[in-house]
């Protein structure tokens, strides 16, 4: 059966969309997103503004990513305007020409019976020891990090995608002027890290430091991509 659909499911910040963004490079075309959760607030509307969509996603010969799929999936007992956006969904994907990508953070039941070709692929979670591994590859041979502060704290603190370091590392390198010595402060690096995962997850909300040092930001609950 041909792959009409290839969904990637897992927690947030495993690098779903980023591997999505990667397929587009290699293809030499542009990615489009949808947000199945914000595209219309009933079936009608859905079902319209996705047809905007696939037709958009032609004109621009882009590789469509549709995210937070599994807001379409159907449970026993769900009502019937959830079954009505899956068949809506259903019917615009009728326009759609070729594999189509699809985001979420668990696996799909009723989307993944109803849907023809739909292939699901679970992805895991980077280790800590990977995710300080990777801070450690993109951080640049001036930088340090200001005494107890380290790749570790920040590892134990939130934990990041491959591409949310790359993009945290990067912005904090453009906050340093040109020629000095990169310093990785608490005070830059975790406002930073906030903003992008205000970015990443819209309304999440990220609980914001109150202190001046270290040991007391830390100190707050556990905040991740999840």
């Not at 949808?34 to 503004?49: P, V």
């Not at 993944?112 to 990977?130: K, Q, R, Y």
Request: hydrophobic share 40%; glycine share 8%.
């Amino acid at each position: 059966e041909e792959t009409r659909c290839i969904y990637l499911y897992s927690g947030p910040g495993t690098g779903k969309l980023s591997l999505c963004e990667v397929a587009a490079t290699q293809l030499g075309r542009p990615l489009l997103v949808g947000n199945c959760a914000e595209i219309g607030d009933d079936a009608s509307s859905f079902h319209r503004n996705l047809l905007r969509f696939f037709c958009e996603v032609r004109l621009q010969n882009a590789v469509p990513v549709l995210i937070h799929a599994e807001s379409l999936d159907v449970e026993r007992g769900d009502n019937d305007e959830k079954n009505k956006r899956l068949r809506a969904f259903r019917a615009a994907l009728r326009t759609v020409s070729g594999p189509l990508l699809m985001t979420g953070t668990k696996r799909v039941g009723a989307l993944g019976d109803s849907v023809s070709g739909l292939l699901e692929i679970g992805l895991p979670h980077p280790t800590p020891a990977f995710q300080a591994e990777l801070w450690r590859r993109v951080l640049p041979p001036n930088a340090r990090f200001i005494a107890g502060f380290s790749v570790d704290d920040v590892v134990q603190r939130y934990s990041l995608s491959g591409g949310g370091i790359e993009q945290v590392a990067a912005s904090v390198i453009r906050s340093v002027p040109k020629g000095a010595d990169v310093v990785f402060d608490p005070h830059i690096v975790l406002p930073i890290i906030r903003d992008h995962l205000r970015h990443r997850l819209g309304s999440l909300a990220i609980p914001v430091a109150r202190s001046s040092t270290w040991d007391d930001m830390r100190s707050e609950e556990h905040t991740s991509e999840l």
